[in-house]
T-cell receptor
Framework: DAGVIQSPRHEVTEMGQEVTLRCKPISGHDYLFWYRQTMMRGLELLIYFNNNVPIDDSGMPEDRFSAKMPNASFSTLKIQPSEPRDSAVYFC????????????FGDGTRLSIL | GENVEQHPSTLSVQEGDSAVIKCTYSDSASNYFPWYKQELGKGPQLIIDIRSNVGEKKDQRIAVTLNKTAKHFSLHITETQPEDSAVYFCAARTLGSSNTGKLIFGQGTTLQVKP
C-alpha cells in the first residue's frame, strides 16, 4: 500500500513568492496533519483535518499560511508571501483515527526561501 | 498544555551495546506514546508505541516502558547495529481539555552506532 505522498520533495524560491506544498494521504485515513520541522523548534503541528474539515489550526504561524483539503485524497499547504524564516522541512501525516492510532508521515518537502 | 522533554540529545554507542532514550511528559491525561525513527532525508517512521494501560511493550530488539506515576517513558534498543543510527523522537498524545488529541514531540535524540 502506498504511504503518504508529498510533492515537491524540494522547493527553492525567492522571498515574496507563493509556495504550495501538496499531500496525498493514505487511502482510508480520516485524519491529515501538517507539521513543520526546524532545528530550533523541532516538529511542530501546524494544522490537522478530520474528514476534510480543519479541526485545529492553532499551530499555523501567521495569516500568510493557509491549508485546504478539497477531498479525501488531497491537501495543500500554501504560504503567501513566503519569507526566509519559513525555510524548513514540511511534513504531511495521516492516521485512521485520533485516539490510539499511529500517524504515518510522508518524506517531507524541504523548503528554502532565499 | 502538554510538554515533552527528551534526553539525551545525542547518544553514541558501540555496535552490540544497548541504547536508552528517556522522555518525560507533563500532562497526566496523556494516554498514547509513540516512538519514531527518522533517517536522513526521510519522514519519521513509527517503530513502537505504547498506551497508558500498559507498562511495557517489546518488539524484537526494541522495547518501551511507561511509568504513569512518574510521567516518563523510555525506549530501549538492545544489540544495536549500525543501521539503528538515526534520530529518534518520542511523543505524547492527550485528548486534553479541548479534545484535540495533538501529538507533542520531544526534541529528538541523534543515535550513532559505531561499528
Amino acid at each position: 500500500d502506498a504511504g503518504v505522498i508529498q510533492s515537491p520533495r524540494h522547493e527553492v524560491t525567492e522571498m515574496g513568492q507563493e509556495v504550495t506544498l501538496r499531500c496525498k494521504p493514505i487511502s482510508g485515513h480520516d485524519y491529515l496533519f501538517w507539521y513543520r520541522q526546524t532545528m530550533m523548534r523541532g516538529l511542530e503541528l501546524l494544522i490537522y483535518f478530520n474528514n476534510n474539515v480543519p479541526i485545529d489550526d492553532s499551530g499555523m504561524p501567521e495569516d500568510r499560511f493557509s491549508a485546504k483539503m478539497p477531498n479525501a485524497s488531497f491537501s495543500t499547504l500554501k504560504i503567501q508571501p513566503s519569507e526566509p524564516r519559513d525555510s524548513a522541512v514540511y511534513f504531511c501525516a495521516s492516521s485512521l483515527s485520533l485516539s490510539n492510532q499511529p500517524q504515518h508521515f510522508g518524506d517531507g518537502t524541504r523548503l528554502s526561501i532565499l | 498544555g502538554e510538554n515533552v522533554e527528551q534526553h539525551p540529545s545525542t547518544l553514541s554507542v558501540q555496535e552490540g551495546d544497548s541504547a536508552v532514550i528517556k522522555c518525560t511528559y507533563s500532562d497526566s491525561a496523556s494516554n498514547y506514546f509513540p516512538w519514531y525513527k527518522q533517517e536522513l532525508g526521510k519522514g519519521p517512521q513509527l517503530i513502537i508505541d505504547i498506551r497508558s494501560n500498559v507498562g511495557e511493550k517489546k518488539d524484537q530488539r526494541i522495547a518501551v516502558t511507561l511509568n504513569k506515576t512518574a510521567k516518563h517513558f523510555s525506549l530501549h534498543i538492545t544489540e544495536t547495529q549500525p543501521e539503528d543510527s538515526a534520530v529518534y523522537f518520542c511523543a505524547a498524545r492527550t485528548l486534553g481539555s479541548s479534545n484535540t488529541g495533538k501529538l507533542i514531540f520531544g526534541q529528538g535524540t541523534t543515535l550513532q552506532v559505531k561499528p
